[in-house]
């Protein structure tokens, strides 16, 4: 295969991913975007996690929200987790990485806030943990995934309320690339909804 194939084949496997995606996710990522829209105008936030490329999507996120998006609008309130070095490698180092998330949600979450938590594999056992932490300070979950959903969907760890939007693929390249179009289409949601 030359390079241009192999080019050619990763713009072709990426198509055929978000083609698969858009045939399983719109009610999901609808009922994503309206869950944040409520917590926001209830004057909640949404704290937002996720490991190496999966942290990256988590602070894009963010970014747009605090920011803006694609239209000059007042900030909106969220936090990206994995932002601040210091309490991180604290919680690392006199605990353990498993409880970044977690012992920073059980600080700041609130009843009503919204947990996005971004992991490819659905394995990540800080995610995990956060996801336990969001349930027990009382916050709706929203946990972007792919492959088989793995330990968050083998062991019923969200609620009914929760909203998990898993992509349907193996590959982690092609599994980032659709979790960015849907943080993008929950930042368009969000706007529409609350300022038309």
Known sequence: MSLQERIYQH??????????ALESLPNSIELAGQAIVQSLLNNGKVLTCGNGGSAGDAQHFSSEMLNRF??????LPAI?????????T????????????SKQIRALGQAGDILLA?????????IVSAISAAHDREMLVIVITGKDGGTIAANDLLQDSDIE????????ARIQ????????CLCDLIDFQLFG
């Open 70 to 75: 694609e239209r000059e609008r007042p900030s």
């Open 80 to 88: 990206a987790l994995s932002t601040d070095t210091s309490t991180l």
């Open 165 to 172: 939007l898993r992509v349907p693929s193996n590959s982690t």
């Open 90 to 101: 604290s919680i690392a180092n006199d605990y353990s990485y498993d409880e970044v998330f």
């Open 118 to 126: 971004y992991t490819t594999s659905g394995n990540s056992k800080n």
């Open 11 to 20: 713009f072709t496997d990426s198509i055929q991913t978000k083609h698969d």
């Open 177 to 184: 690339e659709v979790h960015l179009l849907i943080t993008h």
